[in-house]
């Protein structure tokens, strides 16, 4: 791993930002917790790569609040909007 920051997917929709917070602090210092409300993922970004790391390891495939989590590094957004915009021909 390179980042700091994960993807936790597979979320539970009741999960708050708080909670998951909670749930990383265990493995190191949480710089922030959010999640994306009704979209069942968010984001946690730990102080350092090596607890960004070990959290992934002891939390990914495991089981909170009734979902198995998927935890991978988060990448950096990419802009998937095409040009264009003119009207459309029928």
Do not use: C, W
């Not at 102080?47 to 998927?70: I, M, P, Q, W, Y």
Request: charged residues 30%; neutral net charge; glycine residues 14%.
């Amino acid at each position: 791993m390179q980042g700091k920051k994960l993807y936790v997917g597979n979320l539970n929709y009741s999960v708050t930002s708080q909670e998951l917070e909670e749930l990383f602090a265990n493995y190191g210092v949480v710089e922030s917790a959010n999640v994306i409300e009704g979209r069942g993922f968010g984001f946690v970004e730990m102080s350092t790569v090596e607890e960004a790391e070990k959290a992934k390891e002891a939390l990914n495939g495991t089981e909170f609040a009734g979902r198995t989590l998927r935890i991978d590094e988060a990448h950096p957004r990419r802009n998937n909007r095409r040009g264009g915009g003119g009207y459309r021909r029928y």
